[in-house]
């Protein structure tokens, strides 16, 4: 392992899979999710992954109104790379989904590779009041629900974001989808350096086990060589084992609190910038470096920030 290899942080700040009543300290309006990306970028995340919420209820929102009064503000206060969703919430159609990065033009968004189970509702057995309606029959529904990424949702996105030579952080979930991120390759529809996030421990994709981490990395190494940067998130508790490990075989990292609330057991992370700390000392400890927002421009070959449409 290099000790001159530099790693990138992402940061997603809120996501769509935690509700308000979970942890005080998810944000929820315009200017908590503006001080939580801000706060991450400085504590050395080089992207942050944004979603949006409702700024009274905190349900998850993909309207472009509902990104815009914080998107700007952190184009104005940081040089971070800020990375759009395309996955929404899995209760939306990817017309939904797709509009905030159809409108904004980002330098990368995420996009998921594959139709899944999205098990959510184990979260019952921890948490069980609820300040918002909407909370527990968001959380019990995805006992029957399936997150729609069909082939021609796939397609669809990647057709609509090509003007806007806006990169994908490309989540996969399990196997398949390393397999199907190389159909499109092999079509031509989108185009290396792949920056593939591997999420481990979703209940419905594959899990935590360090086997799970190697067999990933090993499939991704034969699929694309060197055409790909590789990233990690662990969901939950799995966030820094799973980062460290991913670490020491040559990955790059991803932490939030749209991926875990927790900092240790029992002890929700009050800040993004808490667990991009936390990411950072294990970095650093490796005797490794973490990326600039600059350097991560160049290692994924982004546009620039100033080739966005907000």
Not at 20 to 33: A, D, K, Q, R, Y
Not at 43 to 51: F, N, Q, R, S, Y
Not at 145 to 166: P, V
Not at 167 to 176: L, M, N, P, Q, S
């Amino acid at each position: 392992m290099s000790k001159n290899r530099k790693v990138i942080i992402t940061c997603a700040v809120t996501g769509a899979i935690h509700t308000p009543s979970m942890s005080p300290h998810l944000p929820i309006t315009p200017e908590e999710i503006v001080d939580a990306a801000i706060g991450a970028a400085e504590a050395g995340a080089a992207l942050v992954h944004v979603h949006a919420r409702h700024p009274v209820t905190g349900q998850p929102d993909q309207s472009p109104e509902a990104f815009e009064p914080f998107l700007r503000v952190i184009k104005q206060r940081s040089n971070c790379v800020i990375n759009i969703t395309t996955g929404g919430a899995p209760t939306m159609g990817v017309e939904e989904r797709l509009r905030p990065c159809a409108t904004f033009k980002p330098e990368v968004a995420s996009l998921n590779m594959g139709s899944m189970n999205f098990g959510l509702y184990p979260m019952l057995n921890r948490f069980n009041e609820f300040k918002h309606d909407w909370e527990r029959p968001y959380l019990e529904g995805s006992k029957e629900r399936i997150f729609k990424n069909t082939f021609q949702d796939i397609e669809n996105i990647l057709a609509a974001c090509a003007e806007n030579n806006t990169r994908f952080e490309i989540e996969c979930y399990d196997i398949g989808h390393l397999y199907t991120l190389s159909h499109f390759a092999d079509r031509g529809l989108i185009k290396p350096p792949f920056f593939v996030q591997s999420v481990f421990g979703i209940l419905g994709g594959i899990g935590p086990h360090p086997e799970d981490i190697l067999h990933m990395k090993r499939t991704a190494d034969r699929l694309f060589g060197k055409d790909y940067v590789w990233s990690v998130l662990g969901a939950g508790r799995n966030q820094l084992p799973v980062a460290t490990m991913a670490v020491s075989m040559g990955g790059n990292v991803r932490v939030g609190l749209e991926d875990s609330l927790w900092i240790g057991p029992g002890q929700l992370a009050k800040t993004n910038a808490e667990q991009v700390r936390a990411a950072r000392q294990i970095i650093e400890g490796m005797g490794l470096q973490i990326a600039t927002s600059d350097e991560a421009r160049e290692m994924l070959q982004l546009k620039g920030g100033d080739k966005v449409a907000f």
